[in-house]
């Protein structure tokens, strides 16, 4: 397990960073909005530049509407840990 200590902090994303991931998406502020458990209107401050989104926010929202974002997370530990148990299904 990496050590958390030496971890670097996740960078809080530019408001338009936010608007250019939920435009290419094609997801609208309210769907959004939803998926993160926030209001729209707390969503639609943070594309208006009048608040920032949090960091593992924008790391839950990049994850939820990119498949780059998907592809890049390391396979499910519980997964790996089932299979060394025997308990999960094989790959074929």
């Known amino acids: 397990m990496p050590d958390v200590r030496s971890t670097p902090p996740l960078p809080v994303p530019t408001t338009d960073e936010v608007r250019e991931l939920l435009d290419a998406s094609g997801v609208s502020r309210t769907e959004a909005a939803k998926l993160l458990g926030m209001t729209p209107r707390h969503l639609q401050d ?25 592809d890049s997370l390391p396979p499910p530990m519980i997964y ?5 148990a025997g308990v999960a299904p094989t790959d074929q």
């Open 80 to 84: 790996g840990m089932a299979r060394k």
């Open 46 to 70: 943070v594309t208006s530049g009048g608040a920032k989104l949090k960091a593992a926010t924008w790391y839950l929202l990049r994850i939820l509407l990119t498949q780059e974002a998907r």
